[in-house]
DNA sequence: TATTCAACTTAACACTGTTAATTATATCAT
DNA sequence: ATGATATAATTAACAGTGTTAAGTTGAATA
């Protein structure tokens, strides 16, 4: 019975072509920008075609995003080698982080602003992809925490902070890049160091 | 000659009438929820009234923007009293930021991350009120380093990195309310305290 | 009183997200 | 191979968008 499954194949295969072609416009020209009428042209299907895929543009949003997280934390996984040294190894994520944010930043602000603005669900929430982002940032503070190299015991709040400072410093660089920044990589590390150094004091 | 002064009069009224409307809108209902025509009928005139005030949309926006920047740095300079102590100066400043931003969560988000979608032209160029916001910062930065309280010496990178921790505390609270948050507070303090203590470092 | 000029409005254009009704197509049973 | 069935994709339409051009009003000037 190869059938339905070849169909249901193609059917994701659709889909995923969908998303693909959205991401694409989404990053190039900004959510707001892109219809989807311009979508549908992009893979050459009608318009309402994307409604038998997608129930509506913010859930095409949301399809997005969650891809992004899922690149993220990839990404960030990617680091959590040598558990020996916690600090080096949170200062090497926290800059994965901004990188990351600056490396696909209509990505980032989707992902991280526009997205909360439509589906008032963050995407955060328990067994989702974002959750798993903040579970790995929890993890490398609380080694840190462990091998008692920060003073504070508090592991949420000490990796909400840490958060905080990546966020802004992310978002500021990407939103205002005509402002008149230190060096750009002075910056992160500047913001990093200073939060680390703070979390030990 | 007092005709001309009162159509002048007038007009400003009118324009200032419309910008109320269109930050009390932009406010309630998001800014891509609001139309030109809900604007209209608001202050009770023809859609196409608003384009003799306003080139368009965005600079509608822009105008908004720039109230909200005033506001933020009326609030901060009622704070530069006590210059002794910079460091207690510097994190009510900290604070009073965080706080407007969460006071005024949609104003905040349309002056500080979709505006600069819109204008590329920041708003933070040389004379603008932006401009004195972050101005004020650096003075409160710079006063710290003078008093030694602050090892490293370039108020730049010190200002911009204070920046980013208040920024990004503000923007996550604002965009994910459900988050399980540290007690918001007790978050704000941690991310200020963290930071100054890192600049201490 | 006629004219000029500014303020304002009406009508229109090309576009948006989305739904309902309709057509085409590929699979199945006969 | 032919007809029935289900599913995929399309067309047409609605109510709304930002914005421009042309037209109307009404008051100050000559």
Chains 1, 2 share one sequence.
């Not at 990053?27 to 009428?37: D, L």
């Not at 926290?94 to 602003?113: I, S």
């Not at 579970?135 to 949420?156: H, P």
């Amino acid at each position: 019975m190869g059938i339905k499954e070849r169909r249901a194949r193609e059917k994701e295969q659709l889909q995923q072509q969908i998303l693909s072609a959205a991401r694409e416009l989404f990053v190039n020209e900004g959510y707001e920008n892109v219809s989807m009428r311009k979508i549908a042209n992009k893979i050459e299907y009608s318009p309402t075609t994307i409604y038998l895929y997608f129930k509506d543009k913010a859930d095409l949003l949301d399809s997005v995003c969650k891809e992004t997280l899922l690149n993220l934390l990839n990404t960030l996984e990617q680091l959590k080698s040598n558990i020996s040294d916690p600090v080096e190894t949170l200062r090497k994520s926290g800059r994965a982080y901004v990188e990351f944010g600056l490396k696909y930043p209509q990505d980032y602000k989707l992902t991280f602003v526009i997205r909360p603005q439509f589906q008032k669900g963050l995407g955060l929430e328990e067994g989702s992809v974002g959750e798993k982002v903040f579970d790995y940032l929890r993890e490398m503070v609380s080694e840190c925490i462990r091998q008692q190299v920060f003073c504070q015991v508090d592991i949420e709040t000490t990796g909400q902070v840490m958060w905080s400072a990546v966020h802004g410093v992310t978002l500021l660089l990407i939103d205002f890049p005509d402002f008149p920044w230190t060096e750009k990589d002075k910056l992160i590390d500047a913001v990093i160091h200073t939060t680390i150094e703070g979390l030990k004091a």
